[in-house]
């Protein structure tokens, strides 16, 4: 064991810079075709804010305080999530003629997709500020622990990202599946809702979502000024590393097999 | 002389060769209440063994299918064998399928970097090669405009400088590269040259003997899976040769 840990960090060491240049290439193809640039990631969240704050506070009754930031952390949040694993998972395919040339370790590719998604969403955490600002949420220091929800979700997203790319190789159809998941997830997610109006009965979908639990932390330190509940971010801290961990196992023991199905 | 950089030993490589693939959960399932789902075994390779040493220069033989690409594969580490053992002593320079690496949208001197990160290469020692690299690729002004603007003879030219630009300890060569026109060619053909000699290791892959009794001082011949010879270039070429009159 101890043999494979130093042969991965030497690997890895050889290979960081190649990380560095898959995550710089995905962020800068992403906005280069565009006028607009970077500034892309500060408006499109922006906007589906304003549209959908309009939207709730004329059509349903306004029942959440300060609806544009509790929705855009809880969307902003999903969408590095959804972003995040998807890319991961499309990573293995979409490079498989390099994969099949040349030796480089697999998981890069998955990782670096993963990298480039939460770049941008710490990127759009400025737009998250300035809206705290206009709408007069106050500045706390407990903002700071908001660094460990996010870590969570930073392990999470890597460690889906990393089982659903090795599934995919095996079974393409999962890219259409996991669009159907990424889409209940949404729903079933409070994001825009107030997790109030699920039946009690069903509250449990929310107590097991380790998105929600992260979203909920995030909003305690962000919005309402409070600690969260050490519970919430234990769960979201245990989900994220059971996440890395099964990724790591399913993708190690499976990648040697990835050549003859890419 | 005679330290061994690659050993191959034993090596097996198995490929299911069912007719139809299935890489669909729903094509999975269908077939397997269908009891459908077999596994059709085929070996690309089967008790292949080989030593390379250093500064040695091996040329691998045979026809269509008969491995030798599979070979390389497994000695590059993009696949491992299903049985054998192989070990590499030395770093590995593949000069597999030029451009490979590239990004379409990316502009040449990004591409540079990109494809130097992919070879392994460290920031500073792609920054230290980035003059030489360019000139020799004589993109000139072009450096700084996306590669999918490129002509394809521009591409291949530049794949083929920043391949070349570092002195390899094992090369590997998948058919013989000729690139660009016919002044770029004879440059590429010196570059080559000044790369094989001193103590490189070079493994290559052709068709034709006359390129391998050219470039190799040993061969191997490899026919369904197998070795059938190995030893000095011209013993196996002429058996190989033999064979394929026999052949036709």
């Known amino acids: 064991m101890t043999i494979i840990g130093h042969r991965f960090l030497v690997n890895f060491n050889k290979y960081r810079y190649l990380l560095n240049e898959l995550v710089k290439r995905d962020i800068k193809l992403k906005y280069r075709r565009s006028v607009l640039g970077i500034f892309w990631s500060f408006l499109e969240p922006l906007l589906s804010m304003i549209v959908l704050t309009i939207i709730f506070s004329t059509l349903f009754k306004r029942n959440i305080a300060n609806f544009p930031v509790y929705y855009l952390i809880g969307m902003l949040t999903y969408q590095f999530f959804a972003g995040g694993t998807k890319a991961a998972m499309l990573s293995m395919v979409s490079n498989a003629y390099i994969l099949k040339t040349i030796y480089i370790p697999k998981y890069l590719y998955s990782l670096a997709a993963t990298l480039s998604n939460f770049v941008t969403y710490l990127l759009s955490l400025i737009i998250l500020f300035m809206v705290m600002a206009v709408t007069d949420v106050n500045f706390t220091m407990y903002i700071i622990f908001a660094s460990l929800p996010i870590l969570a979700l930073l392990l999470l997203t890597i460690g889906v990202g990393l089982i659903m790319a090795t599934i995919n190789v095996f079974f393409r159809d999962m890219q259409h599946l996991y669009g159907v998941f990424l889409m209940l997830l949404m729903w079933l997610t409070p994001i825009f809702y107030p997790p109030e109006i699920v039946p009690t009965s069903f509250r449990f979908v929310q107590t097991y979502n380790p998105l929600f639990a992260i979203i909920t932390c995030c909003r305690s330190s962000f919005l309402y000024g409070t600690l969260y509940d050490i519970n919430i971010l234990l769960f979201a801290i245990g989900s994220g590393i059971t996440a890395i961990v099964v990724g790591i196992i399913l993708f190690y023991k499976s990648q040697d097999k990835f050549i003859l199905h890419v | 002389m005679g330290e061994t950089v690659i050993t191959v030993d034993n090596v097996g490589m198995e490929f299911n060769l069912s007719k139809e693939k299935v890489d669909s959960l729903k094509e999975f399932f269908i077939k397997l209440m269908k009891r459908e789902l077999k596994f059709q075994p085929f070996w690309a390779l089967k008790n292949v063994s080989m030593d390379v040493e250093k500064g040695d220069r091996v040329g691998l033989v045979g026809l269509n299918g008969a491995g030798k690409s599979t070979l ?19 770093r590995l320079s593949p000069l597999l399928a030029l451009g490979a690496g590239f990004d379409p949208s990316y502009t040449g001197r990004e591409n540079i970097f990109l494809y130097g990160a992919l070879m392994g290469h460290t920031k500073q020692f792609i920054e230290s090669k980035f003059d030489e690299i360019v000139e020799f690729s004589e993109i000139g ?108």
């Open chain 2, 141 to 248: 002004e072009f450096i700084d405009v996306p590669l999918k603007n490129y002509s394809s003879g521009m591409g291949a030219r530049l794949a083929f400088s920043i391949a070349t630009a570092v002195q390899p300890e094992i090369l590997i060569l998948d058919e013989v590269l000729s690139v660009g026109d016919a002044k770029f060619q004879e440059k590429s053909r010196l570059r080559m040259n000044s790369l094989m000699e001193g103590q490189v290791t070079i493994l290559f892959v052709s068709h034709s003997t006359d390129q391998v009794r050219k470039i190799c001082d040993k061969a191997v011949w490899l026919h369904q899976g197998k070795v059938i010879t190995q030893g000095p270039v011209d013993e196996v070429c002429d058996d190989y040769e033999k064979f394929l009159q026999l052949k036709n």
């Open chain 2, 72 to 90: 390389l594969k497994l000695i590059s580490g993009v696949m491992k064998p299903t049985e054998g053992r192989i070990r590499v002593k030395g």
